[in-house]
């Protein structure tokens, strides 16, 4: 089943996290419109309750929250104290990620790079489904994840490895996610956002770094490949839009949202590497000769 027009309202309650700017805080705009009660989560807590108080201005209801997702126990407060104050949680938006600037070739990237990007991109996933999941799964009627990944997850995207990595790791555990709850028989969807450039404040996210791990004190050599100025997916769009693609994707039960269309000749490209690379040889496994001291 999906969650329809009517079941979305007053009573509904949705979460969200890095909500207080850019596409989280579109998507808090779109779920207020329909009358949902909002936990706008963000590591800055006065940016939250900012948009707090605009909601308020507008006639809705939502809730300001800090939260660092990176952090497991601070994932886990953030749970607690949602289903301690509001009882349920409808709907989960696993949105909060970081990226770094500029582009860099991967043997640019420092260990902590590659760290960074997978703890909150990746790990900050994984807190919420560890956090929320089993509760929501003990609720009547349906939920829904809605997990933000990126179309560099979908194409190869050179000098953003760290990145593009996190984000492809979404996509793998959103997609099982999925079929295991299927599987388990529950009421519960899960949708994969990909969004391809869409101008937010994710591009000086490194302000949230320790200082000697960012970029601009580190010489970082920039690496912007050719192909990047022709792809359709590195246009524009604006983040406002995306509220209501997310809304509407929990709705009528979308398992992806891409922002920018189909990027169908990348994709194509990779899936040929995939079959030039099969193979219908039946492989011969090797015969094993045992000791006697080698059986168990």
């Known amino acids: 089943m ?3 027009e009517a079941s979305l309202n007053s009573e509904s ?3 969200i996290t890095g909500a207080a700017t850019g596409i989280g805080r579109a998507m808090t705009l779109s779920f207020v419109a329909r009358g949902a009660r909002v936990i706008v989560a963000d590591i800055d807590e006065a940016a939250a309750a900012g948009l707090v108080a605009e909601v308020s201005e507008l006639g809705g209801t939502a809730f300001a929250a800090r939260v660092d997702v990176s952090n497991a126990e601070s994932v886990e407060l953030l749970a607690d104290s949602v289903f301690s104050r509001h009882g ?3 709907v989960l938006c696993n949105n909060a990620g970081v990226s770094m600037r500029p582009h860099r070739a991967s043997w640019s990237a420092s260990i902590r790079d590659f760290a960074w990007a997978m703890e909150v991109n990746y790990f900050g996933v994984v807190h919420g489904i560890v ?9 009547s009627g349906h939920k829904h994840l809605v997990n933000t990944s990126s179309v560099t997850a979908l194409d190869i995207a050179p000098g953003h490895a760290p990145y593009a990595a996190s984000k492809a790791a979404v996509t793998a555990l959103s997609d099982a996610l999925r079929y295991e709850l299927e599987d388990h028989g529950d009421d ?3 949708t994969v956002l990909y969004p391809g450039l869409v101008p937010t404040s994710i591009a ?4 949230l770094r320790p200082d000697n791990d960012r970029s601009a004190v580190r010489n970082i050599v920039a690496y912007e490949p050719e192909r990047a100025a022709t792809l359709t997916y590195n246009l524009p769009v604006a983040a406002e839009t995306l509220g209501e693609l997310a809304v509407e994707a929990v709705l009528s039960g ?3 949202v891409l922002t920018h269309g189909y990027p169908d000749a990348e994709i194509e490209a990779r899936l040929k590497d995939l079959r030039d690379g099969a193979t219908d040889r039946t492989l011969q496994q090797p015969t094993l000769h045992l000791s006697k001291e080698d059986h168990r």
């Open 131 to 139: 956090s929320f999941v089993p509760r929501m799964r003990e609720q």
């Open 2 to 4: 999906n969650m329809t």
């Open 88 to 90: 349920r949680v409808d």
């Open 188 to 190: 519960f969807g899960v």
């Open 254 to 256: 979308q398992n992806a």
């Open 13 to 15: 309650v949705v979460v």
């Open 204 to 207: 000086t996210s490194e302000r």
